[in-house]
C-alpha cells in the first residue's frame, strides 16, 4: 500500500515530477564552401597585373614595420579587386591605357612617372569606379619608393 505525499490540510500534494530530458543538440554538418572559380585574366592584361603583383610581393617582403605591412595587406586586397574587375570586363578602355602606363613606368622603377600617370587616370575618368584599386596602387607605388625598390 503506497499513501501519496501530503500538503497542508486541505490540500493535494503533488507527486515530484522530473523534468523532461532535454534532447542534446547534434551538431549541423555545415556545406562545405564552393570553391570560387574565377575566370581567367585576359592575356594583354596578364602582364601588367604581373608587375603589379610583383612589385607587391618586393615591397611586403622589404617592409619593416607594422605600418608598411598593413599598407601592403590593403594593397594586395585592392589588387584582387582590380584583377577582378578586370576579369569581369569592368574596366574602361581610358583606365586600362593608364594602368599599362603605370605598370611600365613601374616594372622600369620610374615611380614618379608611375604616380603622374596614376594621377592623371583618376582625375580623367570616373573616380567612384576605380577609387577601390586606385587607391591601392597609389599606396603601393608610393611605397615602393619609400623603400628604394
Not at 599598407?71 to 586600362?96: C, F
Request: proline residues 10%; contains cysteine; aromatic residues 4%.
Amino acid at each position: 500500500y503506497h499513501q501519496a505525499p501530503q500538503g497542508p490540510p486541505g490540500t493535494t500534494a503533488m507527486p515530484l515530477q522530473r523534468p523532461a530530458p532535454v534532447a542534446e543538440k547534434q551538431p549541423v554538418a555545415q556545406p562545405q564552401p564552393v570553391p570560387v572559380v574565377k575566370a581567367p585574366i585576359p592575356s594583354e592584361h596578364q602582364p601588367m597585373v604581373k608587375v603589379f603583383a610583383d612589385l607587391l610581393a618586393r615591397c611586403q617582403q622589404a617592409a619593416s614595420n607594422a605600418m608598411m605591412k598593413r599598407k601592403g595587406e590593403d594593397s594586395a586586397k585592392r589588387l584582387e579587386a582590380l584583377r577582378d574587375s578586370i576579369r569581369q570586363n569592368v574596366v574602361s578602355p581610358p583606365v586600362l591605357a593608364g594602368l599599362h602606363k603605370m605598370s611600365h613606368a613601374a616594372a622600369n622603377r620610374d615611380y614618379i612617372a608611375a604616380l603622374q600617370e596614376h594621377t592623371a587616370v583618376i582625375s580623367t575618368n570616373n573616380f567612384s569606379q576605380i577609387s577601390t584599386y586606385m587607391t591601392g596602387l597609389k599606396t603601393l607605388l608610393q611605397m615602393a619608393q619609400q623603400l628604394h625598390l
